[in-house]
């Protein structure tokens, strides 16, 4: 099977690329398929095999162009209805970064789709169709795209080529979105891009149709956008997930702490705390797969050693013993309700915050948000299926938590239904 892009991207070289991960958001057809299937297409990031098979695909369903939506719609039931149904994932590279894609749900009743697609997103691609402007599905996207954390928001005004190309098109919608960022969305690293994804216009080449328009395309600013410091670097986490002790003669006194890093830098010698124990020590030294390494950061995976022996598990926390996090059992968070399953009210859960595993039971439901409106409503016992809303829980261990909008990692959390083993809900921790 080959590959149309090139061979370098098999090197070494690709291993150590930065990574960049992009949701995409927006209306049943406004395109969002049809433009991730552009930017693979026009940036030479596609199968021959994947080509031939939609090239095929299309000539069945009778369109008169390729249709580059199939690229992500995969599943049948896609095909048939023309719309996104679940989560597609897609990855590719350029010479800059590589890419891991989430594509997204339009429909209303998709919403959990979305916040899963965009719950590890860097950048949110958010579409609007030229034709209709912002509408309500609009303010749904941005506001779930802000309530997730995702740092740059690109808003890509799609179809412009059925308006010809009107630059007036252009800044009116630009004007009405930022009149609700201005409400709702203070801070974000937001740009704008009027595109054509059937026609390619500034996807991936500048448009000859819009000569008025000189910023970047789409995946010049995909490649470009600033993302080291999306992480928090100036906390120190490591939530446990396992205990190295291996059984040899040589290792005899080994004792490392395996997990990935969800915060801050970490250097042999700095000084630590282990949570709950709440014992202070040093980092004796980090290993990692390919050795030893004098620092390290989100979201490495590495093994901490430690100067003394303490009782530690999966589940406890190494933290910068200057900035601990706060050890809780009672949580304040925004939830996603994902199951068709209502929340009740008092309902117990099983909960997983990193690599820590506890039962909790939902005290409280503050209110429900209208997403639309933005409206909170009160008075709630229950929350529906891809309903948001602010609970209050309490869990039987304490939580090691940060507020969401501090660190994404430790900041985050997932409840299960214990019958069914099903994620029911995601949280983000206020």
Same mark, same amino acid.
């Given at each position: 099977m080959t590959n149309v892009i090139d061979t370098e991207f098999s090197s070494k070289g690709y291993l150590n690329m930065q990574l960049l991960r992009f949701t995409t958001a927006g209306s049943v057809d406004d395109g969002k398929s049809t433009l991730i299937g552009r930017l693979l297409y026009d940036s030479k990031s596609l199968?021959?095999?994947?080509?031939?098979?939609?090239?095929?695909?299309?000539?069945?369903?009778?369109?008169?162009?390729l249709n580059l939506a199939l690229f992500t719609d995969g599943l049948r039931a896609e095909r048939e209805q023309g719309i996104t149904i679940d989560v597609a994932y897609r990855y590719f590279a350029t010479p800059n970064r590589k890419f891991i894609i989430a594509d997204t749900p339009g429909h209303i009743q998709y919403t959990?789709?979305?916040v899963t697609g965009a719950s590890t997103a860097n950048a949110a691609i958010i579409l609007i169709d030229a034709r209709n402007g912002v509408i309500e599905q609009t303010y749904r996207h941005a506001y779930?795209?802000?309530?997730? =954390? %995702?740092?740059?928001i690109i808003v890509c005004i799609n179809k412009m080529d059925l308006l010809d190309y009107s630059r007036e098109v252009f800044e009116t919608i630009k004007a009405d979105f930022n009149a609700f960022v201005a409400k709702v969305l203070p801070g974000e690293d937001l740009r704008f891009i009027p595109i054509s994804a059937l026609n390619g216009d500034n996807v991936v080449k500048p448009?000859?149709?819009?000569?008025?328009?000189?910023?970047?395309?789409?995946?010049?600013?995909?490649?470009?956008?600033?993302?080291?410091?999306?992480?928090d670097l100036t906390r120190r986490r490591f939530p446990v997930q396992y205990v190295i002790r291996p059984e040899m003669d040589k290792y005899h006194d080994y004792r490392g702490y395996a997990g990935r890093i969800a915060g801050g830098i970490f250097h042999?010698?700095?000084?630590?705390?282990?949570?709950?124990? =709440? %014992?202070?020590?040093?980092?004796?030294?980090?290993?990692t797969f390919n050795g030893p390494v004098e620092e390290a950061f989100p979201p490495m995976s590495v093994t901490l050693l430690l100067a003394d022996d303490i009782d530690i598990s999966r589940g406890d926390m190494i933290a910068g013993a200057d900035a601990l996090p706060a050890m809780s059992s009672e949580i304040d968070l925004m939830v996603c309700w994902m199951n068709p399953r209502p929340m009740q009210l008092n309902g117990k859960y099983a909960l997983k915050h990193n690599t820590r595993d506890v039962k909790c039971v939902i005290n409280a439901i503050d209110f429900v948000l209208n997403i639309n409106t933005l409206e909170q409503i009160p008075g709630r016992t229950s929350l529906a299926m891809n309903e948001i809303g602010k609970v209050h829980l309490r869990t039987t261990k304490p939580l090691f938590i940060d507020p969401y909008s501090f660190n994404r990692?430790?900041?985050?959390?997932?409840l299960i239904d214990e019958a069914t083993n099903e994620t029911?809900?995601?949280?983000?921790i206020l």
């Open positions: 199968f021959e095999d994947q080509l031939d098979a939609v090239k095929r695909a299309s000539v069945q369903k009778g369109s008169e162009h959990r789709n979305m779930i795209a802000y309530l997730l =954390g %995702i740092p740059h448009s000859v149709n819009m000569e008025w328009y000189t910023d970047t395309t789409l995946l010049e600013t995909l490649e470009t956008i600033p993302i080291t410091n999306d992480n042999p010698g700095d000084e630590v705390m282990v949570m709950p124990a =709440g %014992i202070k020590t040093k980092i004796l030294s980090i290993d990692n430790t900041g985050s959390l997932i029911v809900a995601a949280g983000m």
